[in-house]
């Protein structure tokens, strides 16, 4: 994912926009703001997994899959 659409999310979450276009304020002390964050991410995950397995299911092995959904999690630097 994207910062832009962690930032997204945030908001969608009960983030609040502080103005300036990009500033946003969150409280990670709030449980419910946590539980709705992470539900958006996870199923913003869910669908990208999804989407892989529909693109490649026919070219690739359930194990080559499974390989390549877990190299998503890998940090790219």
Known sequence: MTQDEIIEMARKAGGCDLGYGSTLWV?????E????????????????????????????????LATIIRARGQAST
């Open 33 to 64: 703001f946590l539980l709705r964050f992470a539900a958006l991410a996870a199923a913003k995950e869910r669908e990208a997994c999804a989407k892989l397995v529909g693109e490649f299911a026919q070219n690739y092995s359930a194990y080559e």
């Open 27 to 31: 409280d990670t002390q709030s449980t």
